[in-house]
């Protein structure tokens, strides 16, 4: 007996003239992310024991930091995996969101790791605490390869934007690496404890540019903005020129998935026989000068629009 969702696969069908993409992702590496979650997870853990056991804050926040990665990859994979599945009956549009998704958690998530750090360092400032200087040094050595064997990993495969955003938390994280690194070696050639905490604010500074622009990219994605490379007047001006259309309104542009753009609308047109030649030309000017072959008009005549 067929399931609905069997049953129904017809309906999400493209045929000849439709959109050529599918409404799932297909050929993401997720071995990729698989690898890089093992070892991220991995030397968190060693790197969180040593910190705590060498007193650093530098140390300690680099270890949240691989911990946050590890989240923030794991949350990827799993966005990959969701987003290869078909569209369903309750999902028509397929499960493309769930990677931007992942990656508006996955900066929440440094955001609140970041204010963490920047508390503690803060009141180290105030109390500067002893540290083992020797072993943070050849921890943070560890962990900045750790992070580079990651990060080279992750770079081959930019297609994805919660792959991007992982990306983003693992080079944070190298930046904590090399500052704990720094640290290390400061404190156990000059013994200033200060410096701790110092590069602490420092790399948190820094990883706050980079995880805003993760929020921004993530949440006009969620949120159906227009795609950043399209420009909606311009759109609509050029649908407005096609030969036949005397008018465009109530027209949206969006990205159903990454680097997937589709359109709605409608179009007044003079005389209705005309509609398919209209269409196909409209069709493909979109595809030409905008990148767009996910079109879905509603043809209209003068008289239907009066009362708009």
Not at 170 to 178: A, F, H
């Amino acid at each position: 007996m067929k399931t609905r969702d069997a049953s129904s696969s017809h309906l999400h069908a493209h045929r000849a003239g439709d959109a050529s993409h599918h409404h799932f992702t297909e050929g993401r590496r997720q071995s990729i992310l698989g690898w890089a979650v093992l070892l991220t997870l991995g030397f968190a853990l060693i790197e969180a024991l040593a910190g705590f056991w060498s007193n650093s804050l530098a140390l300690i926040s680099d270890a949240g930091h691989m911990v946050t990665d590890a989240s923030a990859l794991g949350l990827a994979l799993l966005a990959q995996i969701i987003a290869k599945r078909p569209p369903s009956a309750k999902h028509s549009f397929g499960f493309g969101r769930a990677e931007a998704l992942a990656a508006f958690i996955n900066a929440l998530a440094m955001l609140a790791v970041v204010g963490w750090i920047s508390f503690e360092a803060i009141q180290r400032f105030t109390t500067p605490e002893p540290v083992k200087g020797e072993a943070v040094f050849a921890v943070a050595l560890i962990g900045l390869v750790i992070n580079l064997i990651v990060a080279w990993v992750l770079s081959h495969d930019q297609k994805s934007v919660s792959t991007k955003a992982a990306l983003v938390h693992v080079l944070g994280d190298l930046l904590g690496s090399v500052a704990a690194l720094v640290a290390g070696a400061v404190v156990y050639f000059t013994g200033w404890l200060r410096i701790d905490p110092l590069l602490s604010l420092l790399v948190s500074a820094l990883i706050l540019k980079s995880t805003f622009g993760v929020l921004r990219e993530s949440y006009h994605f969620l949120m159906e903005g227009v795609p950043h490379h399209i420009d909606y007047l311009q759109v609509g001006e050029d649908l407005a020129a096609v030969s036949g259309v005397l008018s465009v309104h109530d027209l949206h542009v969006w990205e159903m998935a990454p680097d997937q753009p589709a359109l709605i609308g409608h179009v007044e047109i003079e005389k209705m026989g005309e509609w398919p030649k209209v269409l196909r030309a409209i069709k493909t000017m979109l595809l030409e000068k905008h990148g767009i072959d996910h079109v879905t008009l509603q043809a209209e005549l003068p008289s239907m629009t009066e009362g708009d």
